[in-house]
């Protein structure tokens, strides 16, 4: 098992609804015939709940909501509130700090591809919704203070994808990379564009330093517009970090003082190794470090002001 996904703490089991309703996680759940599992066709928003509230819960729900309409899926009404709902069962039960995972899949289709026309995910039908609010991973401290190495993954993001930036359920991609980095015994893979640019990781932004400015690809490059990577441009911006989105080469990543990923569950974590060579003095930077912190005090005065309220 890798530092990555090292087993959580305490009960491994989420807390579990699917479609408005409580369930056992132990199933079954779904159709075998839903969409979601036949095709793919769905997409997905994981959120890190910290003490009970969900960082951002807006941004993750536009996203969705932009996803939904760029796919033509109609997403289930009361979603908010079924979420509400699970996050305060989940709360109930001890689990405040947590990751949540809401999943929107089409519903069940009848063989073939075509999108149902007056059936599941068409206007007013019922798609299939699963909220699964789950222990977070237990990362080992190191990974935040030394960092991660990656390698550069043998396939690659394809930046004029049908689908290229929304959060679908189609990750096999990204599944076959990670093993590719765990094979070669690095803990992550990078994705490079069609053109050759630096993407992004498996499930998380990239930033690299160069000659002191804090740059990270554009979403141009098939990059997710990641809320934690929106998150960081801000704080730059806020603590007068020089930044900006940036086309990137390999190449880069060498001559790069520093380089960090970022996801919502994982938030911002050290890059110090391509393959075999160090990226700048191969440990944490100082730019990097005061971004961690930045992120942390963020989400603590985000988080606080809402659950005050
Ligand atoms: C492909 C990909 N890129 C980037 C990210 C980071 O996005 P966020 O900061 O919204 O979690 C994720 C998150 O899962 C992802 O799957």
């Not at 990641?226 to 930044?243: C, D, P, S, Y």
Request: glycine share 10%; with cysteine.
């Amino acid at each position: 098992m890798s530092r990555l996904d090292a087993a959580p703490p305490g009960p491994a089991e989420p807390v579990l609804w699917v479609d408005g309703r409580e369930v056992d996680p132990r199933g079954p759940h779904l159709s075998a015939l839903d969409r979601g599992f036949t095709l793919a066709d769905g997409l997905f928003e994981t959120m890190r709940v910290y003490d009970g509230v969900v960082f951002r819960l807006d941004r993750h729900l536009a996203r969705l909501a932009h996803g939904a309409r760029r796919l033509d899926l109609t997403l289930p009404t009361g979603l908010e509130a079924q979420l509400a709902a699970a996050l305060s069962a989940a709360v109930a039960r001890g689990r405040a700090d947590a990751s949540l995972r809401i999943t929107v899949s089409r519903g069940v289709g009848a063989p073939g591809l075509a999108p149902p026309t007056g059936g599941a995910g068409a206007a007013g039908a019922a798609v299939t919704l699963v909220i699964a609010v789950h222990p977070l991973p237990r990362f080992a401290p190191s990974l935040y203070s030394s960092g991660l190495s990656a390698i550069l993954a043998s396939g690659r993001r394809n930046e004029r994808a049908m689908t290229a930036g929304l959060k679908t359920l189609a990750y096999v991609d990204a599944i076959a990379a990670l093993a590719e980095a765990q094979a070669a015994g690095a803990d992550e893979a990078l994705f490079l564009d069609t053109e050759g640019h630096l993407s992004e990781a498996t499930a998380s932004n990239l930033f690299a330093v160069l000659d002191g400015v804090l740059l990270t690809p554009p979403l141009s490059c098939a990059a997710l517009p990641g809320i934690t990577r929106a998150a960081v441009l801000e704080l730059a911006e806020e603590h007068g970090i020089e930044h900006g989105e940036h086309v990137l080469n390999p190449g880069d990543l060498h001559a790069a003082s520093e380089a960090f990923l970022t996801s919502s569950v994982r938030e911002v974590v050290p890059l110090v190794r391509i393959g075999a060579r160090p990226i700048g003095d191969g440990d944490r930077g100082p730019v990097t470090r005061s971004v961690i912190d930045a992120y942390a005090a963020l989400v603590r005065g985000e988080c606080a002001r809402l659950a005050a309220r």
